[in-house]
């Protein structure tokens, strides 16, 4: 065989057994997303929502996840006001063996999310401390065990598929907030509570074997008190603290963007 037809040969057989052998690689283009969890990725406060309860939103940033890297198939049943249960037995099921990405962002209605911001809100200080602490007391205690049980069956779903877990925005800057805000102590033990649950899910994430994407960074000088804040005041009570359409964008796409890209 001359030598010019043996080079092209062994190209050409090399290019063979590399598709052959190496599969992943042809397949590797093949995104099959599934946005799980609770209304922080269902896209509450971001706006318009969809004709079902859940209140998705298409600025939420899973949609815009999605639509960024042209995914091939996108299934999204995160609903507002979702706890671990709900995953369990109301999204887990949209999840197979094809699936490629799961993301979610659950525990904080779990851990009291509605009651703590109420009482801290419209209540005493001493009734918001109290709050905060039953809170944090259920994240460290209870929540866990519920966490990793919902890690657990969304890895038996989707034994393929590359788990990440957004963490929660701390939601105020503690800075002058005028008369009608909350104290500055009650917004900084809120943040401190926002502290705990994410310290929580990071470390029930690793435990998992997924990826743990901490959205506070991105979410730092944007709060709510914050000149140009990401997130909802009391303007309205379903969408009432939690990101608008710019925390979903430069807030929460930002921090999975820069995760997983």
Known sequence: MPRRVRTVFAAVLAAVLGAVLLPGAARAATVNYVAL????????????????????SQKSYAPLWAAAHSVTSFKFP???????????????????????????????NDAGFADVMTSCRFGS??????????????AT????????ATYTAIRNRAPNARLVVLGYPRLF??????????????????????DTLNGVISGRVAAAGGTFV?????????????????IRDVSGVIEAYHPNANG??????????????
């Open 141 to 148: 205690a209870t929540l866990p065990a519920r966490l990793d």
């Open 173 to 194: 800057e503690t800075g002058s907030c005028g008369l009608l805000a909350m104290s500055s102590y009650k917004r900084t033990i809120l943040n401190q509570a926002a």
């Open 37 to 56: 969890g609770d209304s922080y990725s269902s896209g509450v406060g971001a706006g318009p929502y969809d004709l079902s309860t859940c209140l998705r």
């Open 125 to 138: 200080t001493s009734s918001c401390e109290s709050a905060v602490n039953e809170s944090k007391a259920f």
């Open 78 to 108: 995160a609903c507002g006001g979702a706890v671990t249960a709900d995953v369990l037995n109301n999204q887990v099921g949209q999840l197979s063996s094809s699936t490629t990405l799961v993301t979610i962002t659950i525990g904080g």
């Open 214 to 230: 901490d959205a506070r960074p991105f979410f730092a000088g944007h709060g709510v008190c914050a000149a140009d804040p990401w």
């Open 248 to 261: 979903y964008r430069y807030g929460y796409l930002a921090a999975l963007t820069a995760a997983i890209g």
